[in-house]
């Protein structure tokens, strides 16, 4: 089952949907559009036609992440953030540290500072990594 970490009311992270049943979770949890950290073609077939996703891969290599992915997958999930009722979800392998990162670099550059941003992300899901939000913060 799709588990969903919930950094704002509008935007949640977690691992990668795989299955018809987590795209249902999503979508009675009122999630409209998905960013893949991951690219997986997996999650691109569980979704289908039924969310809106774009899949904007990066590796997971525990260095730093460059900035011009956090602007590009950022790019999606703030314009799908724009509508009023838009949920987004984002998703990597396993939702511990990809996702985290991109969560708190949206929450950033929502105006969020830095100290509540981390806080968020961790209050949502205690087990994230942070290894990526130095480059989050550099991005902005």
């Not at 691992?15 to 009675?28: H, Q």
């Not at 036609?49 to 899949?55: E, P, S, T, Y």
Request: some cysteine; proline content about 6%; charged content about 20%.
């Amino acid at each position: 089952m799709a588990r969903l970490y919930f950094a704002a009311p509008n935007l949640a992270f977690g691992p990668a949907p795989r299955t018809a049943g987590d795209v249902d979770a999503l979508i009675a949890a009122g999630i409209t559009h998905v960013v893949d950290c991951a690219g997986s073609p997996v999650t691109s077939r569980a979704l289908g036609k039924r969310i809106a996703h774009d899949g904007v891969p990066v590796a997971d290599t525990l260095k730093d992440l460059p900035g011009w992915w956090f602007e590009k997958a950022g790019r999606s999930a703030l314009s799908a953030l724009a509508a009023p009722d838009a949920r987004v979800l984002v998703v990597c392998a396993q939702g511990r540290r990809r996702s985290p990162a991109l969560a708190y670099w949206l929450l950033r550059r929502r105006g969020v500072d830095a100290e509540s941003a981390v806080a968020a992300v961790r209050t949502a899901r205690a087990s994230i990594s942070t290894v990526y939000f130095a480059s989050a913060e550099a991005a902005l």
